[in-house]
């Protein structure tokens, strides 16, 4: 019987595969610990119960030519001398930030499955003053961690979609984001046609499906690489568009202009959105030829 794989282990093995660089790996490694080890005078160590995350770690820690032992017991201890990071000064590298916030989730993060109904994510930390760190530093860029203790640990956590959604975001997670993304427009188009009695119903299905068409389609342009084709105006409307699904095509109009220098009218709009179908008939057409032979 094959076993279930839980959203956050897809999460985490995506985070794994998306550091490729040595400073990418470097403060992926920087965040796990900071979340995820017992501090002592001299070392680090961190405890991992996955099997597939500690060789993938193990082999990070090789890359950076850091000095490590391993204790295999009913989980997998490694062992790192603490002079390895400098833990003076936490947050040392704006550019990395990505890297650091994902190995923070690498080494504790959690979120809700798929199949929930409702969101969850939390971050847990050993101490108070890390989590606090971590607290700061994410609200500044307007997510909303409350931080509670729950046994021995301290647990950060957010609780609305649209935060998931930009946490997933800003630790480089594109494939989970784009899953709970398409988990968002299922739901939120339940949602919309279950308090819609008054209004009728073909022609808000009508709209519905064209909405959910144009999110399929943006989708399909990220995962394929299908970029390469549209200007950067145009790639942020899709954006926009993937973000608030249910908003018109006038107010998505005045979102982009409030974003963008560029001024843009429902017309043109219309033309990108009709650019991006074709687009992506296109490239499925020419993979289904391309079988074909």
Not at 5 to 16: Q, R
Not at 66 to 80: P, Q
Not at 175 to 191: C, E, G, M, S
């Amino acid at each position: 019987m094959k076993t279930k794989v839980s959203f956050t282990s897809k999460i985490k093995k995506e985070i794994l595969i998306n550091s490729k660089k040595r400073l990418e790996d470097y403060y992926l490694l920087k965040g796990m610990f900071f979340a995820n080890s017992n501090l002592t005078n001299k070392q680090d160590t961190l405890v991992i119960k996955n099997t597939y995350i500690k060789d993938k770690i193990i082999n990070k820690l090789a890359k950076n030519n850091f000095k490590y032992t391993t204790k295999s017991e009913w989980k997998h201890k490694i062992i790192l001398d603490k002079d390895n990071f400098d833990w003076s000064n936490i947050f040392d590298n704006d550019k990395y930030l990505t890297s650091f916030f994902a190995g923070i989730f690498l080494g504790s993060g959690n979120i809700s499955d798929l199949n929930t109904t409702s969101y969850h994510l939390e971050i847990s930390t050993l101490t108070l003053e890390n989590s606090k760190l971590i607290q700061n530093k994410l609200n500044k860029y307007n997510f909303s961690f409350h931080l509670i203790k729950k046994r021995n640990r301290y647990i950060l956590y957010i609780k609305k979609i649209d935060e998931l959604l930009d946490f997933l975001s800003a630790i480089g997670a594109k494939k989970a984001w784009f899953k709970l993304q398409d988990l968002k427009i299922v739901r939120d188009k339940d949602n919309v046609l279950n308090r819609t009695n008054n209004i009728d119903f073909s022609n808000l299905q009508k709209i519905a499906n064209s909405s959910i068409k144009h999110i399929e389609n943006i989708n399909y342009v990220f995962e394929n690489n299908l970029l390469d084709h549209f200007t950067n105006d145009q790639l942020m409307f899709f954006r926009l568009k993937t973000e608030n699904p249910w908003l018109s095509l006038n107010e998505l109009v005045f979102l982009q202009q409030n974003q963008s220098n560029n001024t843009i009218t429902k017309s043109g709009a219309n033309h990108w959105f009709r650019k991006l179908d074709k687009v992506v008939l296109t490239n499925k057409n020419n993979k289904k030829k391309t079988t074909e032979i």
